[in-house]
């Protein structure tokens, strides 16, 4: 059985081709409360970002973790043929089904995002599509 692409909140199931950057988050994490890097700096969403995350991305169901007030929404894009050079934001899993049937070679990106404090931060990228 194929996995199923989908946009969750939980760790996904290793694939070829996946990467999971859990670790680079709480090290980022620890460098902020160490003053290593500044809070402006590890939140600094690009306003399409914010946007989309305070519009129509789906809640991630945890808190931010740097900022009181912030719930976490979770952000898809969609790069490859046919996309343009800013892919494609995809905000469900039907519409993430949709694009891993079309014929072509494509690279998921899922990030977490406050739409609070800006605070955001790559949660994997993993091959999509048809090949």
Known sequence: MALQPRIAPEPAPAVP?????RLRRRRLLADVEAGVVSRAEACDAHPDLLRAARNAAPPL?????LC????LRIVGYVFG?????GGKCVLSDAE???????????MAYELEVCPECGWNHLIRKYP???G
Do not use: H, T
């Open 17 to 21: 081709g996946s990467v999971d950057y």
């Open 61 to 65: 169901g945890r808190r931010c973790p």
């Open 68 to 71: 009181p007030d912030g719930d």
């Open 81 to 85: 043929p046919r996309m343009g050079s």
């Open 96 to 106: 993430l089904q949709r694009v891993a049937r079309r014929n072509g070679n494509f």
């Open 128 to 130: 999509l599509g048809a």
